[in-house]
T-cell receptor
Framework: NAGVTQTPKFQVLKTGQSMTLQCAQD?????MYWYRQDPGMGLRLIYY???????DKGEVPNGYNVSRLNKREFSLRLESAAPSQTSVYFC????????????FGNGTRLTVT | KQEVTQIPAALSVPEGENLVLNCSFT??????LQWFRQDPGKGLTSLLL???SQREQTSGRLNASLDKSSGRSTLYIAASQPGDSATYLC???????????WGLGTSLAVNP
């Protein structure tokens, strides 16, 4: 039982490059989330998917897109990376939207130069 | 606007001590509150979730309390161990959009 799996663990991009962060959960959870964590700013929600087939913007969606591929997988895409997107990205899942504990992946450390 | 504050930002205690971590929120209209721990370079692990109708939750050496009227939650750790060293974050589920509002965390060091 792996829980929430994120890939890659580390990534370095040049400004303007694109990439997709992958996330998969094996707990049959309905809801999935993408957060970024920056020093002094805490965790900020980028996008979330309350259930398969739906996605909604969080606090900081600009510069990102998401795809809820199926119930297990929720990917985050940076179309044209900017230095301001240097951060640690976490995927999380829960049985329902915020009425049950969140389970987090181990994060992706992204540096944009 | 809901705001969540965790004070102190850092805490260092000797092994074996009982300790209390604090989480304050500005709007008492919450649905639930969660406590998490984060180890360096890792994701967050959910410790306890308290629904708005509950006063406390317990798991092993951890006890979390919730006082909505005063806008406060505490996480009590009994008989602390070096393995408890981590950052502890609280998050409040508040408002119509059901989004979590996060504190910045308390970094705990338990010294052998």
């Amino acid at each position: 039982n792996a829980g929430v799996t994120q890939t890659p663990k580390f990534q370095v991009l040049k400004t303007g490059q694109s990439m997709t962060l992958q996330c998969a959960q094996d707990m049959n959870h309905n809801s999935m989330y993408w957060y970024r964590q920056d020093p002094g700013m805490g965790l900020r929600l980028i996008y979330y998917s309350a259930s398969e087939g739906t996605t909604d913007k969080g606090e900081v969606p600009n510069g990102y897109n998401v795809s809820r591929l199926n119930k297990r997988e929720f990917s985050l895409r940076l179309e044209s990376a900017a230095p301001s997107q240097t951060s640690v990205y976490f995927c999380a899942s829960s049985e329902g939207p915020y009425n049950s504990p969140l389970h987090f992946g181990n994060g992706t450390r992204l540096t944009v130069t | 606007k809901q705001e969540v504050t965790q004070i102190p930002a850092a805490l260092s205690v000797p092994e074996g001590e009982n300790l209390v971590l604090n989480c304050s929120f500005t709007d008492s209209a919450i649905y639930n509150l969660q406590w998490f721990r984060q180890d360096p370079g890792k994701g967050l692990t959910s410790l306890l979730l308290i629904q708005s109708s509950q006063r406390e939750q317990t798991s092993g050496r951890l006890n979390a309390s919730l006082d909505k009227s005063s806008g406060r939650s505490t996480l009590y750790i009994a008989a602390s161990q070096p393995g408890d060293s981590a950052t502890y974050l609280c998050a409040v589920n508040a408002g119509n959009n059901r989004k979590l509002i996060w504190g910045l965390g308390t970094s705990l060091a338990v010294n052998p």
